[in-house]
């Protein structure tokens, strides 16, 4: 079946740290997205990516990196200069024509700074 | 950004009973969407309805656009312990590549 794929599901990070989050999609969608949700909160847009090699920054994108060198993966970093990084992380895919259908979201991967 | 508002922030209903949520924005769209977030997973689209478009329906789901008063709501019929969720309107107008999201309607169903 055809999906997206975050890991780990739980992630530790020690201050001054970066961690990478993983995402996979088979779906063969161009078009991959990172969203940061806090407790009690929607979604914030960290990062967004329409074709390979070729990414835009989102609302609150300071602190994070991304790289999209396979069509399939999208995975985002989370450096020590995300001075508040504990959150729930949620990776979303979609076609390039948006009109007819939804995004397609990952199960998430949940960081918390110890 | 955020631009959608749910309306109400939670609701509590009992099995068997309707739930309705409202979603409003403030810029033109090209298409509104719906989505279900069960406690701590990802987020299940549900629905997507076009600006041309006045109501949608799929299964239970029953979805209206008013792009007048640039408004929609959710209707959710005969509701299940299953229902319980958190439930966000998010808006596609096309200006970037991006979807604005709501805040979300907590929705609990009591047995």
């Known amino acids: 079946d055809g999906g997206i794929t975050q890991s780990p599901k739980y992630l530790f990070r020690k201050e001054g740290q970066n961690v990478t989050l993983s995402c996979e999609q088979n779906?063969?969608?161009?078009?991959m997205y990172w969203y940061r949700q806090d407790p009690g909160q929607g979604l914030r847009l960290i990062y967004y990516?329409?074709?390979?090699?070729?990414?835009q920054k989102g609302d609150i994108a300071e602190g994070y990196s991304v790289s999209r060198e396979k069509k399939e993966s999208f995975p985002l970093t989370v450096t020590s200069a995300q001075k508040n990084p504990t959150a729930f992380y949620l990776c979303?895919?979609?076609?390039?024509?948006?009109?007819?259908?939804?995004?397609?979201f990952g199960s998430g991967t949940r960081l918390t700074v110890v | 950004s955020q631009q959608g508002e749910e309306d109400p922030q939670a609701l509590s209903i009992q099995e068997g009973e309707n739930a309705t949520m409202n979603c409003s924005y403030k810029?033109?769209?090209?298409?509104l969407q719906w989505y279900r977030q069960n406690s701590g997973r990802g987020l299940v689209h549900l629905i997507l309805?076009?600006?041309n478009e006045r109501e949608k329906h799929s299964g239970r789901l029953r979805v209206t656009l008013d792009t007048s008063k640039k408004s929609s709501s959710l209707l959710i019929t005969a509701s299940r312990a299953a229902d319980t969720a958190s439930y966000f309107c998010?808006?596609?107008?096309?200006?970037?590549?991006?979807?604005?999201w709501g805040a979300g309607t907590k929705l609990i169903i009591k047995p």
């Open positions: 990516s329409q074709i390979v090699n070729d990414f």
């Open positions: 309805i076009r600006s």
């Open positions: 810029t033109s769209i090209n298409n």
């Open positions: 998010a808006t596609d107008a096309y200006s970037n590549y991006q979807l604005i």
């Open positions: 779906l063969n969608h161009d078009a």
């Open positions: 979303a895919s979609s076609p390039t024509d948006r009109g007819a259908t939804g995004y397609t």
